[in-house]
């Protein structure tokens, strides 16, 4: 590449390379996975950890049932010496604590006070940072879950059946009754109260299941941990999708802002290929966009050129006229030189109503509201017209028509005008009395017109140059100056508007003359 010749390529930059697997994913995507992981993984957590805390509750509260309707059973009908006998040894082997009330709710015996206690209660000051940091986190997870509060354990002052509503229940119904209960430590405590025997009297069985507590707090812990690497790994990931949209936005921006400065003129967006999702087609439009303003500034520089260039010649004449006016005496050298200045004027004038017609059709026809046109009525009506008007020097104007379906969308003074141009051509290049011929058929989603002529044709090699803006290629025994080479240039430009082509070939019969194409999407007939 030459040095002067700098061409700032945005589409090799590594870092996005590096982003190549995420390109697939549109931005909705992306966002969606970030944002919901955490939270499917948190709410799927607090699911799991209810019911498994659940399940164990309700595993130990059928023990309970159990261990009290079989030791009730047990100490039915013993001697009071056998009854603190079973209370020792089923406390000691179960790590219960069993307490029997008679039949007034006195109690009668406790197994902590037949022998040492088989376990400790924690009190709420118990552990260090590490109880008190799982007692908060299971208060945060109850309240999370809505979990209904329970009451607390507090042992009874003077213990007696009515401080127990499971032991009234029990005596009450005569069925066995299960309490679940906070210790003050924050681990459950289940008590269960059944009758013993007929004589009234009624057991209750304490039971301090630290296990069931540990397992849920070592589960919430693990979910806690869980989601808390969940987050950290979301925050990493909505910091890699910034990264993917800021990186490439960047790259535009940049690009954008040399396109307008104008600085670089062959500054090249990056498309972004490898992009499917909203980024890669904002990169592509962009891209596109950017194409086409150069494009049209470099058909307006050019444009603004020829126009300077056209202008500047018959402008030359009038000058040069006008000077030797004044110096002139003889009138007939006067009136040529006011024949000259006049002629001059017109082509000025002409030039500029030409310019001005080409520099807004393209404006005029994005806003323009197309509706059907019948392209054979409308190629009609122009012949009958230049017929009555004599436009025609003489020559023939035949059309000839196949096919049934010669409708498209349009704006018809446009397309009027197009035909108008090429007949006149065709008219201006045939000889008097020749014939200007019209075929008019529909093709597969197209209506054509060709629009030929018997004049001397025009070379292959200058067949698409006679479009060029201010090319003219006249006939000879035309006055100078009568065209402004821009008519063809109107006509692709308004076919092109029609989302048409206009193209020039030779005559297909291998006659001397010059055919032109017009080629426009025809309507499709309903039913």
């Known amino acids: 590449m030459k040095p002067f010749e700098r061409r700032d390529v945005l589409v090799g930059d590594p870092r996005l390379d590096k982003l190549r697997w995420s390109r697939r994913l549109s931005l909705t995507s992306r966002i969606l996975f970030v944002n919901i992981l955490p939270l499917l993984v948190f709410g799927g957590g607090l699911i799991y950890l209810d019911s498994y805390r659940k399940q164990l509750l309700d595993e130990r509260f059928k023990l309970a049932l159990i261990e009290a309707q079989i030791t009730a059973e047990a100490l039915a009908g013993a001697t009071p ?23 007034d709710g006195k109690l009668e015996a406790d197994s902590f006070q037949l022998a040492s206690p088989s376990f400790t209660i924690g009190t709420a000051d118990a552990g260090g940072s590490k109880q008190h940091f799982e007692r908060s986190l299971d208060k945060a997870f109850d309240w999370l879950v809505d979990a209904e509060p329970l009451p607390d354990y507090v042992e009874p002052v003077l213990d007696d059946a009515q401080d127990w509503p499971e032991l009234r229940r029990a005596r009450e119904e005569n069925l066995t009754q299960i309490v679940l209960r906070d210790a003050p430590d924050g681990s459950h405590v289940i008590t269960a109260a059944a009758p013993v025997g007929l004589d009234g009297e009624t057991l209750l069985t304490t039971r301090n299941p630290v296990d069931i507590t540990q397992a849920v707090r070592e589960a919430r812990q693990t979910v806690a941990f869980i989601v808390f690497l969940v987050l950290t790994t979301s925050t990493l990931l909505s910091l890699f999708l910034a990264r993917t949209i800021v990186l490439p936005l960047r790259e535009l921006v940049r690009a954008a802002i040399r396109v307008r400065q104008g600085r670089e003129r062959l500054v090249e967006v990056p498309r972004l290929p490898d992009r499917r999702d909203e980024i890669g087609l904002l ?21 603004a050129a020829d126009v ?19 110096k002139v005496e003889d009138p007939q050298l006067r009136k040529q030189l006011s024949e000259i200045a006049e002629h001059d004027v017109r082509r000025i004038s002409r030039l500029v109503t030409e310019i001005s017609d080409a520099s807004r059709i393209d404006a005029e026809l994005s806003r323009a509201t197309f509706e059907p046109v019948d392209m054979h009525k ?22 000839e028509v196949s096919g049934r379906n010669h409708v498209v969308n349009g704006v018809p003074a446009r397309l009027e005008r197009v035909i108008e141009n090429l007949i006149d051509n065709a008219v201006s290049f045939s000889p008097e009395g020749g014939l200007v011929s019209l075929d008019l058929t ?55 508007a029609h989302d048409g082509a206009l193209s020039a070939h030779a005559r297909a019969d291998g006659e001397s003359g010059a055919c032109f194409l017009i080629a426009l999407p025809k309507v499709p007939q309903s039913g």
Do not use: W
């Open 308 to 326: 300077a260039h056209e202008i500047k010649n018959p402008l030359a004449s009038l000058r040069s006229a006008l000077e030797s006016l004044a």
């Open 378 to 399: 409308l190629a009609e009506n122009i012949i009958a017209a230049r017929r009555t008007r004599g436009e025609n020097r003489g020559c023939t104007v035949e059309l």
């Open 442 to 496: 529909d093709t597969d989603g197209m209506v054509e017109l060709t629009v030929c002529d018997n004049g001397p044709g025009i070379p292959e090699e200058a067949r698409e140059k006679v479009f060029t803006r201010f090319h003219s290629d006249r006939p000879e025994d035309e006055d100078f100056g009568n065209h402004s080479g821009l008519g063809l240039a109107i006509a692709r430009t308004i076919c092109e």
């Open 81 to 103: 010496e056998r009854q603190e006998a079973l209370l020792i040894q089923i406390g000691k082997e179960q790590r219960l604590r069993l307490r029997v009330y008679d039949a």
């Open 283 to 303: 990169a592509r439009a962009i891209s596109d966009m950017s194409s086409a303003l150069r494009q049209r500034i470099d058909a307006v520089e050019s444009f």
